[in-house]
């Protein structure tokens, strides 16, 4: 069982920044694919970015590349999402996932989220 903590979230400004943190409590964190995905009201919950535990590879979501950009510190369990040039539509909340894969078998946990309210 993992544990996600997400912090980092606010009110911004257009065009402002944020960096968005989550912590997880597990030993073997590095092993571990990690994402950040965002949901608004009365939408779906939309993939943001990922970075994978092997080779440190990022993917993102079309509507935030050159935008957003996903890193890990493995050392302090700790994923980040660095939100540039912000806007009113990525206003949602921010859930970190985490990502197991074993004999064929995924598993996904979920933080709580953090909210992100971006105004114009």
């Known amino acids: 069982q993992v544990q996600l903590v997400e912090s980092g979230g606010g009110l911004v400004q257009a065009g402002g920044s944020l960096r968005l943190t989550c912590a997880a409590s597990?030993?073997?964190?590095?092993?571990?694919?990690m994402g950040w995905f965002r949901q608004s009201p009365g939408k779906e919950r939309d993939f943001v970015a990922r970075?994978?535990?092997?080779?440190?590879?990022?993917s993102y979501g079309d509507s935030v590349k050159g935008r957003f950009t996903i890193s890990r510190d493995n050392a302090k369990n700790t994923v980040y999402l660095q939100i540039n040039s912000l806007k009113p539509e990525d206003t949602a909340v921010y859930y970190c996932?985490?990502?197991?894969?074993?004999?064929?078998?995924?598993?996904?946990?979920w933080g709580q989220g953090t909210q992100v309210t971006v105004s114009s």
């Open positions: 996932k985490a990502q197991s894969i074993a004999g064929g078998t995924v598993y996904d946990y």
């Open positions: 597990t030993r073997t964190f590095s092993f571990y694919n």
């Open positions: 970075i994978t535990w092997s080779t440190g590879r990022t």
